[in-house]
């Protein structure tokens, strides 16, 4: 079954973070009942993939202020089929970016977040399941803003707030520290 390996970390994961059962609850539903979960087509929702960037000394997080949803997020985006969900993230971050030299920290999630998605134009408003990972720059850490982005910006870990206040990224940042 092409879901096996995301459920076999979303196992992990629950394990290794009984505090967020409710999350990693409703994430593993979601994929165990829909086989196309990782399809965009899938009007309620789909799985897509992230990446927390930080920088060789883990002290700045690379953001990149999110043209359509117009928020500082970590790069991300749509599995669009794929089921490998690292690779996604690891996809995401190059064309988001232009980094080259990012390294996975582990296999595993570093962290789960279910986030509504708001409707925009013939796209209902519909749920994100993101499977999130920690990467570390190991190569230059001169960056590319793509279309798909405002601006990146690298964001000393003590000053996030300054970018946002939004709970699922903080989170991230604590988890970092």
């Known amino acids: 079954m092409h879901r096996a390996p995301l459920l076999r970390?979303?196992?992990e994961y629950a394990a290794r973070h009984p505090e967020e059962s409710d999350c990693t609850g409703r994430f593993t539903e979601f994929v165990s009942t829909h086989p196309d979960c990782f399809e965009r087509s899938l009007a309620i929702g789909h799985v897509t993939g992230a990446a927390w960037i930080l920088d060789r000394r883990g002290t700045r997080v690379l953001l990149t202020h999110h043209r359509k949803l117009d928020r500082w997020l970590q790069p991300g985006g749509h599995a669009d089929g794929d089921p490998?969900?690292?690779?996604?993230?690891?996809?995401?971050?190059?064309?988001?970016?232009?980094?080259?030299g990012l390294v996975p920290d582990a296999e595993s999630?570093?962290?789960l977040d279910i986030h509504p998605i708001p409707a925009r134009g013939d796209v209902p408003e519909h749920l994100h399941y993101d499977?999130?990972?920690?990467?570390?720059?190991?190569?230059?850490?001169d960056?590319?803003?793509s279309e798909e982005s405002h601006d990146l910006a690298w964001v000393p870990l003590e000053r996030l707030e300054d970018y946002t206040t939004e709970e699922s990224i903080l989170r991230l940042a604590r988890k970092a520290r």
């Not at 490998?84 to 080259?100: F, I, P, Q, S």
């Not at 499977?131 to 230059?140: D, I, M, Q, V």
């Open 84 to 100: 490998d969900v690292l690779a996604t993230a690891a996809r995401e971050a190059l064309e988001e970016t232009g980094l080259t």
């Open 143 to 145: 960056f590319t803003v």
């Open 9 to 11: 970390l979303l196992a």
């Open 109 to 111: 999630l570093f962290d």
């Open 131 to 141: 499977a999130r990972f920690l990467f570390r720059a190991t190569g230059s850490e």
